[in-house]
């Protein structure tokens, strides 16, 4: 069921609506705004009851108000529609959400089916490991040592074990096709969500589960934070940003125009340091390189 989010204000005026597509002239006609958000994706979007909290959920927030300030917007009543790995483009494609807010990496075959905003956060493919696994192993899947230099060390410390990775997502996509599944023995196996992953590993039945690094930490938090480990490296560049339908650069232009002035003004660093603290250099630079100039 969808959840009211009573804080998301986006009306376009009527000098604004003369040039919108299909997508506002849907949000203006239906006075609503339906957000696509997932839920078990933690420090970006989690579900405690009824209640929504974490870094998409305050950033598509954020949007609204910055839009509601630039464009004199009125009210609209927004809702958030929960989604999963395997069904958030096709709501987006079929008009159920016309946002999707959420930890969504942007790829260019998935921009054969959605568009997508100015990038809003960085990560990459990394694993999570018990802290009890063998030394060996730690080093050649969570860290950069010299060690990963090594064909035959790197074949050792893998042969036999077995991975999991959340089905549907760009972590399985790179994690089958690596040079990883391809050493004797290594199975792979996809599981239907996150927590289920992190339940195989902490009972053991698994040695490694693969994921974006930033959902790996924001999970590890949920649980015992002394049980796991978490990569140091990242295997891949994931670029996550906001998807919209294809078709309507208008709605597109408003929303990245919202982003741009959070990236610029400094608040899009109070969002991140409540959900990962205190942002580093090369986030600041981030931010300050993805905006775009007015």
Same mark, same amino acid.
């Given at each position: 069921?969808?959840?009211?989010?009573?804080?998301? *204000?986006?009306?376009?005026?009527?000098?604004?609506?003369?040039?919108?597509?299909? $997508?506002?002239?849907?949000? $203006?006609?239906? /006075?609503?705004?339906? *957000?696509?958000?997932?839920?078990?994706?933690?420090?970006? @979007?989690?579900?405690?009851?009824?209640?929504?909290?974490?870094?998409?959920?305050?950033?598509?927030?954020?949007?609204?108000?910055?839009?509601?300030?630039?464009?004199?917007?009125?009210?609209?009543?927004?809702?958030?529609?929960?989604?999963?790995?395997?069904?958030?483009?096709?709501?987006?494609?079929?008009?159920?959400?016309? $946002? *999707?807010?959420?930890?969504?990496?942007?790829?260019?075959?998935?921009?054969? /089916?959605?568009?997508?905003?100015?990038?809003?956060?960085?990560?990459?493919?990394?694993?999570?490991?018990?802290?009890?696994?063998?030394?060996?192993?730690?080093?050649?899947?969570?860290?950069?040592?010299?060690?990963?230099?090594?064909? @035959?060390?790197?074949?050792?410390?893998?042969?036999?074990?077995?991975?999991?990775?959340? /089905?549907?997502?760009?972590?399985?996509?790179?994690?089958?096709?690596?040079?990883?599944?391809?050493?004797?023995?290594?199975?792979?196996?996809? $599981?239907?969500?996150?927590?289920?992953?992190?339940?195989?590993?902490?009972?053991?039945?698994?040695?490694?589960?693969?994921?974006?690094?930033?959902?790996?930490?924001?999970?590890?938090?949920?649980?015992?934070?002394?049980?796991?480990?978490?990569?140091?490296?990242?295997?891949?560049?994931?670029?996550?940003?906001?998807?919209?339908?294809?078709?309507?650069?208008?709605?597109?232009?408003?929303?990245?125009?919202?982003?741009?002035?959070?990236?610029?003004?400094?608040?899009?660093?109070?969002?991140?340091?409540?959900?990962?603290?205190?942002?580093?250099?090369?986030?600041?630079?981030?931010?300050?390189?993805?905006?775009?100039?007015?």
């Amino acid at each position: 069921m969808a959840i009211v989010l009573a804080a998301f *204000l986006f009306l376009l005026n009527p000098s604004t609506r003369a040039d919108a597509g299909a $997508v506002l002239d849907k949000i $203006v006609d239906g /006075k609503s705004i339906a *957000l696509g958000i997932r839920t078990d994706a933690p420090p970006f @979007a989690s579900k405690d009851g009824t209640t929504l909290s974490g870094f998409s959920v305050d950033l598509c927030g954020l949007i609204a108000n910055v839009i509601v300030d630039t464009s004199g917007i009125g009210d609209l009543k927004g809702t958030v529609v929960p989604v999963d790995a395997s069904n958030r483009f096709e709501k987006l494609t079929t008009g159920e959400i016309d $946002v *999707l807010c959420g930890a969504t990496t942007a790829t260019l075959s998935r921009r054969e /089916k959605v568009s997508f905003s100015i990038p809003t956060f960085i990560t990459g493919v990394g694993a999570a490991v018990r802290t009890d696994a063998p030394d060996l192993l730690k080093e050649v899947l969570l860290t950069n040592s010299p060690a990963n230099a090594s064909r @035959a060390v790197v074949s050792t410390a893998l042969q036999g074990r077995s991975f999991a990775v959340r /089905k549907g997502t760009t972590a399985e996509a790179w994690l089958m096709k690596s040079a990883i599944s391809a050493i004797e023995g290594v199975t792979i196996e996809t $599981v239907e969500n996150h927590d289920r992953g992190m339940d195989r590993l902490s009972a053991g039945t698994i040695d490694a589960y693969f994921a974006d690094r930033a959902i790996l930490a924001g999970l590890v938090r949920k649980r015992e934070l002394s049980e796991f480990e978490v990569s140091r490296k990242s295997y891949t560049l994931e670029p996550y940003a906001l998807a919209i339908p294809r078709g309507d650069e208008e709605f597109r232009l408003l929303i990245d125009r919202a982003l741009s002035k959070l990236y610029r003004s400094g608040q899009i660093l109070k969002v991140f340091e409540a959900h990962f603290g205190q942002p580093t250099s090369e986030v600041r630079f981030f931010y300050g390189a993805v905006s775009l100039p007015d």
